[in-house]
């Protein structure tokens, strides 16, 4: 599905840099929404946009930053890279948030 | 928040046989309930979802069923096939609320 695509599928970074993960999507849905994926806790929401400039917290935000000045792109900021934060990310979006969500095909993060 | 419990982690079937994932959910206000499918190293994807004013929903070989009073919901897959083996998540929502909150995860591995 090229409706979605995140930037880049790997990345290895040292412990208190930052990284940002790309998100793209064609379909001008309006939510977008960024997951992290870790063995034993499913899929948890770190952030949401209902829309360009919209943004709000998820579960676990802490230690994460996002932005949205265009409805397409929605990146994914780790202002200080922690072990605790490798995992597998996967952006999605939507048109609400109790409708389908359509992901993209994740960015598998390692912080050493 | 919501909480949502999945069982079994991981179950094992033979090809032809009928399969059975279930989950709880703890907030009563939750009405949307979709099911994901994730193949290893996949994005998840929609399969099928049902809302709190349905007890029971059928496509094909999967279905789902809702019982909202006793707060759970289960998904069902016949006669299974090899290309039904991965990673089954379940969730829940509350229309309007910020969050899609899933379940573990299922592993099925469908034996040939």
């Known amino acids: 599905d090229a409706g979605i695509t995140q930037s880049p599928r790997y990345k290895i970074t040292e412990t208190g840099r930052q990284v940002t993960l790309m998100c793209h999507q064609t379909?001008?849905?309006?939510?977008m929404f960024w997951y992290r994926q870790d063995l034993g806790h499913g899929l948890r929401l770190i952030y949401y946009?209902?829309?360009?400039?919209?943004?709000d917290k998820g579960e676990v935000p802490d230690g994460y930053v996002v932005s949205r000045s265009k409805t397409e792109n929605f990146p994914l900021t780790l202002e200080s890279a922690t072990r605790s934060q490798t995992s597998v990310y996967f952006c999605?979006?939507?048109?609400?948030?109790?409708?389908?969500?359509?992901f993209g095909q994740g960015t598998r993060l390692t912080v050493v | 928040g919501e909480n949502v419990e999945q069982h079994p982690s991981t179950l094992s079937v033979q090809e032809g046989d009928s399969a059975v994932i279930k989950c709880t959910y703890s907030?009563?206000?939750?009405?949307?309930f979709p099911w994901y499918k994730q193949e290893l190293g996949k994005r998840p994807q929609l399969i099928i979802d049902?809302?709190?004013?349905?007890g029971e929903k059928k496509d094909q070989r999967i279905a789902v069923t809702l019982n909202k009073t006793a707060k759970h919901f289960s998904l069902h897959i016949t006669e299974t096939q090899p290309e039904d083996s991965a990673v089954y998540f379940c969730?829940?929502?509350?229309?309007?609320?910020?969050?899609?909150?899933f379940g573990t995860g299922t592993r099925l591995t469908v034996i040939p």
């Open positions: 907030d009563s206000a939750s009405n949307y």
């Open positions: 049902i809302r709190s004013n349905v």
């Open positions: 999605a979006s939507g048109t609400g948030t109790s409708t389908e969500a359509f």
């Open positions: 969730a829940a929502s509350i229309t309007g609320a910020n969050n899609l909150f």
């Open positions: 379909w001008s849905h309006s939510y």
């Open positions: 946009s209902a829309a360009a400039d919209i943004t």
